[in-house]
């Protein structure tokens, strides 16, 4: 039996095995994967984390990702992450790198991706996350973030309709990414990894930004619009090192 169970939130009830939505879900999927820890997945939609999961927790403001542990629940991306470095981290295996200037790195990249990039993100997620959802799912959206205004959800997607909207959008999103993929160059001049932290492995500094690429891909524009634009090169050769590393559960990304 795994040690763990992960809550997870996907659109569509009738397919619990579809598309994992959230960004910071797969923060926590990837610190699982990286400490190798088997995971039991139980995927929730909107409603269902307001109604069954917040039933289980006994706490009407839970949110995922939520994880299970001897009968315990810890809530938030980053606490969890805090939980399974105490339980599983080791200096030579660790989420943060083994240091406190790493996990404080960690932090920074957690506090900029959230607000920084994902501001300019979030747009384009909006435009077109309801075609991955239920009806169930899609009125609850509409209502907690266009306070159910129909209209306010079509005007923003007939907005990306038109190119130059779009391409507006795409290239405020891609012009956040500059930095990294300037301190990605750094790194490859020195000759390193291209992991945010650096060493030989990822870290929770890299999962946290690729959270982002998972929402954010929602939209179809956004794969070669930001995180492989020829602008940004480099972010496209970390994102393919992410991918690659045997960590991403990749039927979850679609």
Known sequence: MAKYTLYQLVGDASNPDGRVISPHVWKTKLDLAFFKQEVTNSSKT?????GELAELTKNQSVTVPTIEVDGEFITDSWEIAEYLEEQHGTPEKS???GSKEGKEFAKFIEIWSNTTLANELRPLVGASITKHFDSESKTYFIKSKFGGDIRKHSELID???IKEELEKQLSAARNRLNVINDLLKYK??????LYLLGGNQPSHADFLLFGWYTSSTLHPAVEKG????EDIPLVGEWLDLILDSGLVDKAHLS
């Open 188 to 193: 490859k001049e020195n000759k390193e990894q």
């Open 159 to 161: 907005k990306f309709e």
């Open 46 to 50: 909107f409603p269902q984390i307001r």
């Open 226 to 229: 930001v995180w492989r634009h």
């Open 95 to 97: 989420l943060f790198g």
